[in-house]
């Protein structure tokens, strides 16, 4: 079984998420030259609502206090996920999601390259410190090398033209 320790929607609606990437890549490669530059517009417009829905990821930890340990002290306080690092991080990845798409293309792909691997990072540093579940670094390295490769793959058009 495929990632037995992620919850069957986060992993089939998780792996569904790179079909827009899949196709871009491929249309950027396949169809006509006029109609590439569509293609790629399309993809990293896509690339960046993911990439802003992931840092919204953590901002939905940080309200749930830490993720997986419960709401914070036991004292009531309900505020004790909301720290300046933790949501601050997560309002990142859509600043730079946002950036990606008001510059040239390919520095712009090469941005989200960057920001995804960041975000995983980030992601990897919020499991080690029980702030996010065990079976999230599974689930978010697959498509974290899922999301790289595609874009890569688009990347490469723009090099190679």
Excluded: E
Aim: proline share 8%; with cysteine.
């Amino acid at each position: 079984m495929l990632m037995p320790q992620v919850p069957r929607p986060a992993l089939w609606l998780g792996l569904a998420g790179l079909i827009p990437f899949a196709a871009g890549a491929v249309a950027i490669w396949s169809v006509d030259p006029r109609w590439s530059g569509v293609a790629l517009i399309v993809q990293m417009a896509y690339a960046a609502c993911i990439l802003s829905f992931m840092g919204a990821v953590h901002w939905g930890l940080a309200m749930a206090g830490t993720g997986v340990a419960g709401p914070g002290p036991s004292n009531g306080d309900s505020h004790a996920g909301m720290t300046w690092t933790r949501v601050g991080g997560s309002v990142i990845p859509p600043l730079l999601a946002w950036l990606s798409l008001i510059m040239a293309p390919m520095p712009g792909l090469i941005l989200l390259i960057l920001s995804f691997v960041g975000l995983f990072w980030a992601d990897l540093t919020a499991i080690r410190l029980g702030q996010a579940p065990t079976w999230y670094l599974p689930l978010r390295k697959a498509l974290t090398i899922g999301v790289v490769i595609c874009l890569g793959i688009s990347l490469m058009r723009l090099v190679v033209q």
